[in-house]
């Protein structure tokens, strides 16, 4: 199974809205990640999850709010959102914080009205 | 300057042509990734190089870290390879990967 699943594959949330994404992995994959991506650009790196724990945060607002449950877990609260957050989220899992081949999954696209 | 750049920006080709894809970066790296990205967003790693060439399929990556180019090669095309293809590194000093900005490539019937 190299399977990176998220849900939900759309969001659509107002400014005061609290939401959730979720990521899941069972390929005994150590480090998670979400990336944001606009369109028409390439992703980029919001948080970085190494053994369950939080090892990179990109100086990214606290309206998102990352959270590693378990080791094949990975949620991302979001709350008070702008318009400008409206995005394509991606969760990815690496064997290896870091190292290795990145699994992506869909990606949730999201929608801040 | 990026310190990923991809040529051309946007490809477009007949099916059953030969296409490549360029890559140039500017810093030291311990590994560079092609990904290939279908509308509607999901993300696929095809090769992941440190040096030389890999083949999987009709897809053929090469680098050469002299230089600091990659090159990813597409034969015999296909509509269904219609996709934004991604050249990302990651930095020998650093720990996270850089991408550059993306190929467009459509390929017609």
């Known amino acids: 199974d190299t399977e990176v699943t998220q849900t939900p594959k759309h969001l659509v949330m107002g400014m005061t809205n609290k939401k959730s994404l979720k990521c899941e992995q069972h390929?005994?994959?150590?480090?998670m990640y979400w990336y944001k991506q606009k369109a028409k650009k390439p992703p980029e790196l919001m948080f970085v999850?190494?053994?369950?724990?939080?090892?990179i945060n990109e100086s990214v607002p606290s309206r998102f709010s990352p959270e590693c449950p378990n080791s094949s877990l990975l949620n991302l609260h979001l709350h008070a959102l702008q318009p400008e957050d409206s995005a394509l989220y991606l969760c990815?899992?690496?064997?290896?914080?870091?190292?290795?081949?990145?699994?992506f999954g869909p990606g949730t696209r999201l929608l801040v009205l | 300057k990026n310190e990923v750049e991809q040529s051309p920006q946007n490809l477009t080709a007949q099916e059953g042509e030969f296409i490549t894809i360029n890559c140039s970066y500017s810093?030291?790296?311990?590994?560079l990734h092609w990904l290939q990205q279908h509308p509607g967003g999901g993300i696929v790693s095809l090769f992941m190089?440190?040096?030389g060439k890999k083949k999987h399929g009709r897809l053929i990556a090469t680098i050469n870290i002299q230089e600091k180019h990659s090159s990813l090669h597409i034969t015999a095309s296909h509509p269904r390879d219609s996709a934004v293809y991604i050249c990302?590194?990651?930095?020998?000093?650093?720990?996270?990967?850089?991408f550059g900005e993306g190929t467009q490539l459509t390929v017609n019937p």
């Open positions: 990815a899992s690496s064997q290896a914080p870091l190292l290795g081949t990145q699994y």
């Open positions: 390929m005994g994959h150590r480090a």
């Open positions: 999850y190494s053994y369950e724990k939080l090892s």
């Open positions: 810093v030291g790296i311990s590994a």
């Open positions: 190089l440190s040096s």
């Open positions: 990302a590194v990651r930095e020998t000093s650093g720990s996270r990967l850089t």
